[in-house]
T-cell receptor, first 113, second 111 residues
Framework: DGGITQSPKYLFRKEGQNVTLSCEQN?????MYWYRQDPGQGLRLIYY???????QKGDIAEGYSVSREKKESFPLTVTSAQKNPTAFYLC????????????FGQGTRLTVV | KQEVTQIPAALSVPEGENLVLNCSFT??????LQWFRQDPGKGLTSLLL???SQREQTSGRLNASLDKSSGRSTLYIAASQPGDSATYLC??????????WGAGTKLIIKP
């Protein structure tokens, strides 16, 4: 089955620790995205990538880093510089054309302990 | 800058009622508009995609309309069921291929 897989589903981070969230897709989509979702708010774009080895900052990139070494994979690292990382993180992918729909993973809930 | 607004933020209706969720956007230069459903603690499920050249799309009990000139879309749910309870999000794909999101409408269908 084609789709997007995020792992882990739940993640706990200690203060000062970096953690990496995984996102893999087998839809052959060029574009991939990371969003953060906080209660009562819309999705906010962290980073996006439209081609391998290239990515762009979104609206709230500070304290996060990404890589796009393979078309299928777009991992997100939440660094210790992100002061308020507790949130629900969603990964999405879409073809690089304007008319196509986006598909989402099931999300990772990150909690600082 | 494109902004997307969803009204109401929350809605509670008895089972069986027909209902309308609203989504408005400020810039009509969009490629498409997509409606999603999100269950608590879950990812987003795409419901309907309306291209900028289309006026509406239908899937089962769901009908989404798009009026680009007025910057509005509606999601109509017929004969609502408790299983329809979820948060509904709309997003427009802007001229830079980015998805711009509303904050969602939390829908509760009471048995």
């Amino acid at each position: 089955d084609g789709g997007i897989t995020q792992s882990p589903k739940y993640l706990f981070r200690k203060e000062g620790q970096n953690v990496t969230l995984s996102c893999e897709q087998n839809l052959n989509h060029d574009a991939m995205y990371w969003y953060r979702q906080d209660p009562g708010q819309g999705l906010r774009l962290i980073y996006y990538s439209q081609i391998v080895n290239d990515f762009q900052k979104g609206d709230i990139a500070e304290g996060y880093s990404v890589s796009r070494e393979k078309k299928e994979s777009f991992p997100l690292t939440v660094t210790s510089a992100q002061k308020n990382p507790t949130a629900f993180y969603l990964c999405a992918s879409s073809p690089l054309t304007g008319g196509e729909e986006a598909f989402f993973g099931q999300g990772t809930r990150l909690t600082v302990v | 800058k494109q902004e997307v607004t969803q009204i109401p933020a929350a809605l509670s209706v008895p089972e069986g009622e027909n209902l309308v969720l609203n989504c408005s956007f400020t810039d009509s230069a969009i490629y498409n508009l997509q409606w999603f459903r999100q269950d608590p603690g879950k990812g987003l499920t795409s419901l309907l995609l309306i291209q900028s050249s289309q006026r509406e799309q239908t899937s089962g009990r769901l009908n989404a309309s798009l009026d680009k000139s007025s910057g509005r879309s509606t999601l109509y749910i017929a004969a609502s069921q408790p299983g329809d309870s979820a948060t509904y999000l709309c997003a427009v794909r802007d001229s830079n291929y980015q998805l711009i999101w509303g904050a969602g409408t939390k829908l509760i269908i009471k048995p």
